[in-house]
């Protein structure tokens, strides 16, 4: 695991604040951050010269056997050194291997971004106000669309060491990323609004449309069909009104069990960590503390892959150091959560009504060892992170047998569970969206990866040829590992 | 495109020479490059530390105005950037994003290697020789093994400013490569034996069971399944036999044309281009000197997808600018292919028995613009290269219209000629086994983009629970750009 910098980075002073002048002499300095490097590559070869032609030259040698082939030979080989050096420095310092990714924010109409959170704001009450950019985006589970949003719009010098480098002209762009406000569109109307017989003026289905009538018309959303375009859908109901005429771009999505395996992918499409809404847990591992062995508090009830927390309530809620509840959210459960989380050695995450929950990624933070028990669940960042080195899988058909899941974490030692809580405690800077290099900057990693595969389909495209194909034309990671062929 | 280094590095000299002072330490210092990086890293911290404290309290401010506050918020800002500009240096020369990522080379049983040559050289009447490694591997079109596995076992000092770097331990390895010599295998015996009556001693079969049974027995091979393993099968049929044990791993091949979609794919595999079998044209740009409008020498009959050979002389060879002759594998065809393809505008490429062909590769170091008749063909490295700038796509069922092909030809200008040739001329380093920085870095470079895929299928893998498909479990990319509803 590489060392990664924690400090947070205060918000940027007003430019009228007095200390303005020293702010834009350092942010001046980043900015000529590399042409600093070119000079140091430059510096790097100037002084190997110097060394290799002085050891070329004045190393005494046995001239009698030094013969012009073999001088030749060692100036080429230093010529030859050097030049590896300079590309090699060159590439390292501006090279294709750390030049970040270069992405295009749109500037999306306001009703896509400000203006979702101020009907969000409408419907529970609130006023118009003057300038749209002042208004708090509400918390909730899929905000991933605001750091993201709020990370790209950050000054430059600010994002020094982020994966992808934001560009102002499209032309320049590797990427387009069109930071809709898709999962906060889905619950601007609340549940109960606030006088009950008022209809809801919001639709966030019209709100879908407009923005593929708005992107459609766009000159480089036209040029590759998308291909190039990454587009946030965290909520498994965002955007999935206009999902097939989406399904080009790369995905930030939270799962795949509302979309078709031609939609997305874990080829195309990077899976995003839920925002955790308990307390992180500050404390050092340990299980004094935890006294409770299992902790699980959600609905009990839940449709498709979720009906197996009817079965999971029946067999654990008799147990004594096991605490499963019923409850709905509220900031009232979410205390309650957090405690019972903060206390206890392992926290259950039954699939519910998609695959995924912001439960696992509160269980991470809170040091709980997560117990999966969803066979359908895709995980974020897993190229980065063993998930079996930090939660413990079991099959829904077997966790459902009396007695089982309980004997299993019974048996663990307390030196295996320290063990799961060192791991989560390496890796929960992964899921922490404000940390400044935490989810967003793996985000964006996630996203750069994707380039190469973009830029070969992009041009693939533009040359293949009509086919008279019977099946769509897919290219494919298959896993061994499926249940065909090894039911037991 | 990036400016890149043509320098033709001469072979080590003997330790025994007498410039191998010069030469060590030269490779002394080659190998302290990056001790140096880190020096450099952070001596950049140190100016800046000085310079922007010098900023911080030295620079004239209206210190009535500098509250406590603002003063904390510079020298804090200052800190901020110092820990992004170190975390970016340290990750730029030693980090994540430049670290080249680590390969093992197998140490494979001799008979899969040399010993593959040494049969070759038995069936052509060679003798036994003492020293295996001395003998000289026969040159074809398949040969991408050959290169690779030469460059691995190169001192990795020679090796500066690969995008793989090379490592002996086996436990720090991302991945394996499998230097197989799994094409020439295929060729050992000759299709007219030495002595006629004499039977074939040598069976590629044999070879690929006994491969695999060594491979399926090392551990690294069975700790996951061969998935972070690369494995070249650059003729289409090379390892055909056991491709279905092999699918896992990354495998080098030509094209896709006798695999199955599961066995292997662009996301999970790289297309080789083929090893050109003619000179490079080393002339400038130019029309001058190439009169015949479009050359083609090869096989005119072919199975499969290769049968519009035959329709394609049919319509073409009546035309007095183009020469379309039949013309078998010889050093005396390959020399008049050379000479025509130097002399020609435009070169064909029809399909044959399989959609890749030996030819493009030859057409494209001639700098004779390649004109591809083959629907299915797929294209190395096709992330960094647009074959449209370079090549003109036709489909097979255009291209057979009498007339058609000739008149859009004729209907190009000598300016977007010349554009096409100055492309060509570009790209051509991509396909020069033999140049520094050629086709083998840009191999290594394709299978390091692979290991964010790789790690991601091997952590998945090892805790996906057992799952009642009907279907595969395959993670897919796909072309909108089929036949499918598009028939016209």
Chains 1, 2 share one sequence.
Not at 142 to 164: F, K, Q
Not at 227 to 238: K, M, T, Y
Not at 354 to 373: E, W
Request: proline share 6%; aromatic share 10%; net charge neutral.
């Amino acid at each position: 695991m590489s060392v990664r910098s924690k400090t947070r980075k205060p918000m940027p002073t007003s430019p009228f604040s007095p200390s303005s002048t020293a702010q834009t002499l350092i942010s001046t300095m980043a900015r000529k951050s590399s042409v600093l490097k070119q000079t140091l590559a430059s510096f790097v070869v100037v002084i190997f010269v110097i060394y290799a032609l002085f050891n070329t030259f004045f190393h005494p040698t046995d001239s009698s056997k030094l013969d012009s082939t073999f001088s030749f030979n060692s100036v080429n080989s230093a010529s030859v050194v050097l030049n590896e050096l300079y590309r090699e420095s060159s590439s390292n310092l501006s090279g294709k291997f750390t030049t970040p990714v270069k992405i295009y924010l749109y500037d999306l109409p306001r009703r896509f971004t400000y203006g979702v959170i101020e009907h969000h704001s409408f419907a529970r009450g609130g006023h118009p106000v003057a300038d749209l950019s002042k208004l708090k985006y509400p918390g909730h589970q899929h905000m991933a669309e605001w750091y993201l949003y709020s990370d790209l719009i950050r000054p430059e010098n600010e994002r020094v060491g982020s994966p992808v480098v934001r560009v102002l002209d499209p032309e320049e762009a590797d990427l387009f990323y069109v930071p809709v406000f898709s999962s906060l569109s889905l619950i601007v109307n609340p549940i109960r609004p606030a006088v009950e017989s008022e209809k809801p003026v919001y639709s966030d289905e019209e709100m879908q449309e407009a923005m593929m009538e708005w992107l459609q018309e766009q000159e480089f959303w036209k040029r590759n069909n998308g291909r190039d375009h990454v587009i946030i859908a965290q909520d498994p109901n965002a955007l999935y009104r206009v999902i097939d005429r989406i399904k080009n771009s790369v995905l930030l999505v939270s799962d795949f069990g509302r979309v078709r395996s031609d939609q997305a992918s874990l080829v195309k499409d990077i899976i995003l960590p839920y925002s955790h809404r308990i307390n992180t847990y500050t404390g050092d591992i340990g299980i004094e503390n935890r006294k409770t062995l299992l902790f699980f508090m959600g609905n009990r009830y839940r449709k498709e892959g979720g009906k197996i927390r009817d079965l999971l309530f029946q067999i654990l809620e008799a147990e004594d150091d096991i605490i499963i509840k019923h409850g709905a959210q509220s900031r009232e459960s979410r205390r309650a959560a957090s405690h019972g989380m903060h206390t206890s050695k392992f926290c259950l995450n039954p699939a519910g009504d998609t695959p995924s929950a912001c439960r696992l990624f509160d269980s991470i933070v809170s040091l709980c060892v997560p117990v999966i028990i969803s066979d359908s669940i895709e995980l974020p960042f897993e190229d980065v992170i063993d998930y079996r080195k930090i939660a413990i899988f079991v099959e829904s058909s077997v966790a459902v047998k009396p007695g089982y899941l309980v004997s299993v974490l019974r048996a663990l030692t307390p030196e295996r569970i320290l063990e799961y809580q060192k791991e989560l405690k390496e890796v929960k800077h992964y899921f922490q969206y404000e940390e400044p290099d935490g989810t967003v900057n793996e985000i964006w990693r996630q996203v750069s990866q994707k380039l190469p595969l973009i830029k070969l389909m992009i041009n693939r495209e533009k040359r293949l040829v009509r086919k008279e194909l019977t099946e769509p034309d897919c290219s494919c990671i298959c896993s061994n590992k499926t249940g065909i062929n090894m039911l037991s």
